[in-house]
């Protein structure tokens, strides 16, 4: 077996990964890599979203030094096939492979574009719970990528991905009924937004400090929420749109993302 295993490497082929071995099992992967930290002298952490097995941490061993295997393929967002070892009972798996499929540092370059690379992968590092399926998010990270990379407005794709971030969550209230009183919210009414609550407000119900919606802000508000993104160019009312997420997500957390409080300093 020993030998049969040398022979293998010596032809470039890797020999089969264990399956249920005591108890360890190798799964292979789409996943979008979220972040990493140090671990000791030479491994990382890594953090990654799994199209089938939801958010997972593992260990890159090596992945510091700097002929690693593991360079230039764990920046945040870059998509990749990930082969990992799971031990029954662990919540640290280990990286065996992590081959980028569409690498995100093609997109890293403008400041703009990496700035909200960041902030899809702390959103999803956030909002999605461990280990629970998550193929939602998965593929709204794919349509955000596959919009920037088409050449979308960063700030277009970043507002619809994050109120998509928290509708999956079910943290985003309805846009079609009042919050207050529960009756259907007329297509051309005035909407308020109240996040103590959180939801839509009909002008009946709302309270000093809810943000009122420009028309063209509540029209691109329905038309992200109901559909596939269009990012050619910015939807009129996206600086409110922005403005609800942010709202939202700060109500929710108790705090702003740190990736967001930097893009508010960079870019204003
Ligand atoms: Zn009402």
Same mark, same amino acid.
């Given at each position: 077996?020993?030998?049969?295993?040398?022979?293998?490497?010596?032809?470039?082929?890797?020999?089969?990964?264990?399956?249920?071995?005591? &108890?360890?099992?190798?799964?292979?992967?789409?996943?979008?890599?979220?972040?990493?930290?140090?671990?000791? @002298?030479?491994?990382?952490?890594?953090?990654?979203? %799994?199209?089938?097995?939801?958010?997972?941490?593992?260990?890159?061993?090596?992945?510091?030094? /700097?002929?690693? #295997?593991?360079?230039?393929?764990? @920046?945040?967002? %870059? @998509?990749?096939?990930?082969?990992?070892?799971?031990?029954?009972?662990?919540?640290?798996?280990?990286?065996?492979?992590?081959?980028?499929?569409?690498?995100?540092?093609?997109?890293?370059? @403008?400041?703009?574009?990496?700035?909200?690379?960041?902030?899809?992968?702390?959103?999803?590092?956030?909002?999605?719970?461990?280990?629970?399926?998550?193929? /939602?998010?998965?593929?709204?990270?794919?349509?955000?990528?596959?919009?920037?990379?088409?050449?979308?407005?960063?700030?277009?794709?970043?507002?619809?991905?994050?109120?998509?971030?928290?509708?999956?969550?079910?943290?985003?209230?309805?846009?079609?009924?009042?919050?207050?009183?529960?009756?259907?919210? &007329?297509?051309?009414?005035?909407?308020?937004?109240?996040? %103590?609550?959180?939801?839509?407000?009909?002008?009946?119900?709302?309270?000093? &400090?809810?943000?009122?919606?420009?028309?063209?802000?509540?029209?691109?508000?329905?038309?992200?929420?109901?559909? /596939?993104?269009?990012?050619?160019?910015? /939807?009129?009312?996206? %600086?409110?749109?922005?403005?609800?997420?942010?709202?939202?997500? #700060?109500?929710?957390?108790?705090?702003?993302?740190?990736?967001?409080?930097?893009?508010?300093?960079?870019?204003?």
């Amino acid at each position: 077996m020993v030998l049969q295993a040398s022979i293998l490497q010596v032809c470039g082929i890797r020999p089969p990964a264990p399956h249920h071995n005591r &108890g360890v099992r190798s799964r292979s992967t789409d996943a979008f890599i979220l972040g990493t930290h140090a671990l000791k @002298e030479k491994d990382r952490i890594v953090s990654f979203l %799994t199209r089938d097995a939801g958010k997972k941490r593992g260990v890159a061993h090596g992945a510091r030094s /700097p002929r690693s #295997r593991f360079t230039g393929v764990l @920046e945040p967002m %870059t @998509e990749a096939r990930v082969v990992y070892f799971e031990k029954e009972g662990r919540d640290l798996v280990s990286l065996d492979e992590v081959e980028a499929v569409r690498p995100s540092f093609a997109l890293s370059g @403008e400041l703009g574009r990496a700035l909200v690379l960041s902030s899809f992968a702390e959103s999803l590092e956030v909002f999605v719970s461990d280990s629970d399926p998550a193929e /939602p998010f998965y593929r709204l990270a794919r349509h955000a990528m596959d919009s920037l990379v088409a050449g979308g407005s960063p700030a277009a794709v970043a507002g619809y991905f994050d109120l998509w971030v928290l509708k999956l969550s079910g943290l985003f209230p309805s846009a079609s009924e009042c919050a207050g009183c529960g009756r259907a919210l &007329g297509r051309d009414e005035v909407l308020f937004f109240d996040e %103590t609550r959180p939801g839509f407000l009909g002008s009946e119900c709302k309270r000093s &400090g809810a943000l009122r919606l420009s028309p063209e802000a509540r029209d691109s508000l329905r038309r992200f929420l109901t559909g /596939p993104l269009d990012a050619k160019n910015d /939807p009129p009312g996206l %600086t409110e749109i922005a403005e609800v997420a942010r709202r939202a997500r #700060r109500h929710f957390l108790g705090h702003e993302l740190k990736s967001q409080r930097v893009i508010g300093k960079v870019l204003g």
